[in-house]
């Protein structure tokens, strides 16, 4: 019988992983735990915590590594977080809790008792996922256990015809879509999952990531599926060209989600093996809606509604999902529909595959009357080599300009106007980048241009580059 886990350090059968849970949960009973905090990498300890919450009927907060302290905070306030579990290093961030030890799954870690009032919260919450947004005061995402269920059985029937046998975690389990796509499901179909701490797969804080560390630990631990983020395939993509390398032939599939991907990457991605699918979802349906799977794939598309969802577009072209809904936001009376608007604008085809064009606020209209959505150009820019981030504007402005960070630093601007031309190239007039600036830093969480979790901050964008580009500079609020 295939092994349940593999942590790096040893392998669990089934029946010693679900030791390990029943005494996880018997000291989060002990302790009389209502709702649990974690700040862990990838590991047995965390799959142990989490399956014990959910057997106890605890509520599990999973916090990213990568939130900001003010972040943090603001998410064990506002979840009621009464007991905080997290990786022994990290309790010096957190002084004067009375850190006690507690091994979980043979793994050390540190465990405080906070003093918290009880939160109201949906009924049947198990799961409370913090969208990191903008600000340091995320939205707190209530999910019941029949959502989250929904989703990993949903799974499990789409990529029955796989036959995946062994997963490996290559986001963390704080990120919705790894903890139910990337665990729950696999551990429901009986498949091993292979999680490593995430320094060992190259990928160290919210957006740096070592794409040769990354396919050396592939080619050692030979999983048949792994998630990605785009900016994860195109290095890993851009590693594998200048090396002269493949993919492992033990790939089945590797889906990709979090932001738009495009039909050029993933065709590229392919040609070198990486069986890469892209898909749709949102943290309000439970995570993923929709995937391309081998054999039934569009690329440039989402893919299809996978078995546990429903989705319609609105007349104004919104796309409306379904059926795994959230319960509710933290701290918030007003009640979830049937029907839930997703807040991004796309279309599905005559042969059912999603397309989405982007976000329905940051439409931007021309002083032409033309409707834009800058992601679906900045896509098309991303889908060159040379280009690794672009951000677009042009609302109210006769035509559309980009900011541009390169892949390679080096690049001049001859090679960027050059990308600039291709993506031009396969869009409408109204569509095309008119004007371009090469950006003064990359967009991340350090430079200010990027949330932690690697979404660009438009306005921050536009206020940095506004010289630039000629657009008129907004007044501060």
């Not at 050396?216 to 990605?228: D, M, N």
């Not at 932690?452 to 609020?477: K, M, S």
Request: hydrophobic share 45%; proline share 6%.
């Amino acid at each position: 019988m295939r092994p349940a886990l593999d942590d790096g350090r040893r392998t669990w059968d089934a029946a010693q992983l679900s030791q390990a849970v029943a005494d996880a949960g018997q000291a989060l009973g002990a302790a009389g735990t209502r709702v649990l905090g974690t700040v862990l990498d990838n590991g047995a300890a965390f799959v142990a915590l989490d399956e014990a919450a959910q057997q106890r009927g605890i509520v599990h907060v999973p916090l990213p590594q990568f939130f900001s302290a003010l972040q943090m905070r603001h998410a064990l306030q506002a979840a009621g977080v009464d007991m905080l579990i997290v990786a022994a290093p990290l309790a010096s961030a957190w002084p004067g809790l009375g850190w006690k030890p507690i091994d979980v799954a043979g793994e050390p870690l540190m465990h405080a008792r906070l003093q918290a009032a009880e939160v109201a919260m949906p009924p049947r919450t198990a799961k409370i996922s913090f969208t990191s947004g903008t600000t340091g005061a995320p939205k707190g995402v209530c999910l019941s256990a029949d959502a989250l269920q929904r989703v990993a059985r949903g799974l499990v029937e789409a990529m029955a015809p796989l036959h995946i046998e062994r997963h490996l975690n290559a986001l963390p389990f704080a990120v919705l879509l790894e903890n139910i796509a990337g665990l729950m499901a696999p551990r429901l179909h009986g498949a091993t999952v292979v999680s490593l701490p995430l320094g060992e797969l190259g990928l160290t804080g919210s957006s740096s990531f070592d794409a040769a560390r990354f396919q050396a630990a592939v080619q050692r631990h030979r999983p048949h599926s792994l998630i990605l983020l785009p900016q994860m395939l195109r290095a890993w993509c851009g590693h594998l060209m200048q090396s002269g390398q493949r993919a492992s032939a033990s790939l089945k599939l590797v889906a990709v989600g979090g932001a738009a991907v495009g039909g050029p990457l993933i065709r590229a991605a392919q040609a070198l093996g990486i069986p890469a699918c892209e898909g749709y979802g949102l943290s309000e349906g439970a995570s993923v809606q929709t995937l391309n799977l081998p054999g039934a794939e569009r690329p440039g598309s989402a893919g299809r509604p996978l078995p546990h969802a429903r989705l319609r577009i609105a007349d104004d072209g919104e796309i409306l999902i379904a059926g795994s809904l959230f319960s509710g936001y933290l701290g918030e009376a007003a009640s979830v529909g049937e029907w839930w608007p997703s807040g991004d604008l796309g279309h599905v085809d005559a042969e059912g595959y999603l397309h989405v064009s982007g976000r329905k606020k940051n439409l931007l209209i021309t002083t032409f009357g033309r409707n834009v959505s800058p992601e679906w150009v900045e896509t098309a820019l991303r889908g060159q080599p040379a280009v690794l981030q672009a951000a677009v504007f042009g609302d109210g402005e006769p035509a559309l300009s980009a900011v541009l960070w390169p892949t390679q630093t080096e690049a001049d601007d001859a090679t960027l106007q050059a990308a600039v031309d291709a993506a031009n190239a396969t869009l409408p007039d109204y569509a095309r980048v008119a004007r371009w600036t090469r950006a003064r830093a990359a967009f991340d969480a350090r430079s200010g241009l990027a949330t932690a979790n690697g979404r660009p901050r438009r306005e921050a964008i536009r206020q940095r580059h506004a010289d630039a580009l000629g657009l008129a500079v907004e007044p501060a609020t």
